[in-house]
């Protein structure tokens, strides 16, 4: 059935006021990838450079009766030497953006983390979801449920401030992080509600800035007031949390995942941390995902403009 999608149609809307971003997009060589960056460039949120085999390009556009005229295409054999041509180009100044075509993630991500060559920062790259979940009033940011599999005490610390820097490039008013583990509670037994209450400290400390934060806490507590009641926790963030930071890759996944499938949301991804965003769109998203990737990265880079450097 369809959905009304409210949160993403207002993302996008404020998109199209702005100038569409210069993005380079890897190896754009199946329809979905293809038609993906070509309905972005139509709808004002990006500028595409198409990065791979002109003719294979072509011939998808042919196919598919995809319209590539006017739209710049460098020439490069495969999808290795993409990614490194996509990367090149943000590095001249050419892109503001990298946006996923077909090939594996790994290549991509492998070209951006090169030291001498990539797009590294002083940050740990990691991947956000921004959800539109059904019922729940706010987008909901999940980090990170793509790219560190098990992340330390150290990584989580850029994985929580590349997230509250993305809430705050989303305009949300007040970014509301929860750090989730399976109890609200510390126990030394689980070593993430121990690693939640040490994040707490360092924000404390000012060592992670713009953000109420609050954890550990429980996915129930986190997103739904009356169970935070319940449980007697004070807390801002408790019942009212617009950011969740997982404990690893694999229950950040599965959640986000849960969210999809089993509650109808969609789930826009982007990836932080690197000088620019970086679009992580799926050959299973709709329109209207791979749309809100594109905007989510639109606002990224606005934010990074005003700010002089990269975001995350």
């Known amino acids: 059935m369809e959905r009304e999608h409210a949160k993403y149609k207002k993302l996008i809307e404020f998109c199209r006021s702005l100038e569409p971003v210069p993005t380079a997009v890897a190896h754009p060589c199946d329809q979905s990838s293809l038609e993906g960056a070509i309905q972005a460039a139509q709808n004002g949120l990006i500028a595409p450079i198409l990065v791979g085999p002109r003719t294979r390009i072509e011939a998808v556009a042919a196919e598919h009766g995809i319209d590539i005229a006017g739209y710049p295409i460098v020439d490069v054999p495969f999808s290795q030497a993409a990614a490194a041509a996509a990367v090149q180009l943000v590095r001249e100044g050419k892109a503001e953006a990298l946006m996923k075509g077909s090939l594996h993630t790994d290549e991509l991500m492998g070209a951006v983390v090169r030291r001498e060559t990539g797009l590294r920062t002083a940050r740990r790259v990691s991947h956000c979801f921004v959800m539109d979940v059904p019922g729940y009033e706010n987008a909901l940011i999940i980090t990170d449920a793509a790219v560190n599999i098990a992340p330390t005490l150290e990584e989580k610390v850029d994985i929580l401030q590349n997230a509250i820097d993305l809430g705050h490039a989303l305009n949300f008013q007040e970014v509301r992080v929860a750090i ?25 400390r000012h060592q992670v800035t713009g953000a109420l934060v609050d954890g550990p806490l429980a996915l129930d507590n986190a997103i739904d007031p009356e169970a935070a009641r319940i449980k007697q926790i004070d807390s801002p963030v408790a019942g009212r949390a617009n950011v969740l930071l997982v404990p690893d890759l694999e229950a950040g996944n599965m959640l986000a995942k849960s969210l999809s499938f089993l509650a109808g949301a969609d789930a826009a991804g982007i990836v932080l941390g690197a000088r620019v965003p970086i679009i992580l769109t799926s050959r299973a998203d709709s329109l209207m ?17 005003e700010s002089g450097k990269a975001l995350g």
């Open 180 to 204: 989730l583990s399976a109890m609200e509670t510390v126990n030394p037994k689980v070593p993430s509600t121990i690693e939640a209450a040490a994040l707490c400290k360092m924000v404390d």
């Open 289 to 305: 995902t791979r749309l809100a990737s594109c905007a989510v990265a639109v606002l990224v880079a606005k934010a990074r403009r």
